[in-house]
C-alpha cells in the first residue's frame, strides 16, 4: 500500500507533470467534471489544475481523474429549444426497435439490437 502511496502522492508534479492525490484526498476548491457538473458549472477551456489516483485491482493498473478548479469554473450553458429537439429524437431512435419499428419505452441493449418482443419471438421461432 505505501507503494500505491508513493506514486499516488504527488503535490508538486515533479513525477506526472500535474499535481497527484490519493483518491478523496484532493485539497479543496478543486473538483472533477462531475463534480462541477453537480453544481451548475463546467471546466470553461480551462486546464487540468490536478489528478487524482486510486489502484484498481481488477485490471491491475492506477485509475485517474483530473481536477480542475471550482473558482474558475463557468456556468453551464443553458439547453435550446434545437438541442432538446435533437435530444428527444436521439432518445427516440435509442428506444425504437430496428425489427418491428415499435417505440418500446425502454432503451433497446446494445447486446441484442433488437426488443424484448422479438428476441421471445426469435427465440420461439428457433425451438
Known sequence: MS???????????????????????AP???????????QGLRPGGQPIAAQVMR???????VRVAY????DLAKPVRPMTSRKWGALALAMLARRTCPRCRIDVGYCIPTSYG???????????RAA
Do not use: S
Open 55 to 61: 489502484g484498481n485491482r481488477r485490471a491491475g493498473g
Open 67 to 70: 481536477l480542475y478548479r471550482e
Open 114 to 124: 433488437i426488443c424484448g418482443l422479438c428476441i421471445a419471438l426469435e427465440e420461439q
Open 3 to 25: 507503494a500505491l502511496w508513493g506514486k499516488c502522492y504527488d503535490p508538486t508534479g515533479a513525477l506526472h507533470g500535474v499535481p497527484t492525490y490519493p483518491w478523496r484526498l
Open 28 to 38: 479543496d476548491g478543486l473538483a472533477t467534471r462531475r463534480q462541477l457538473r453537480a
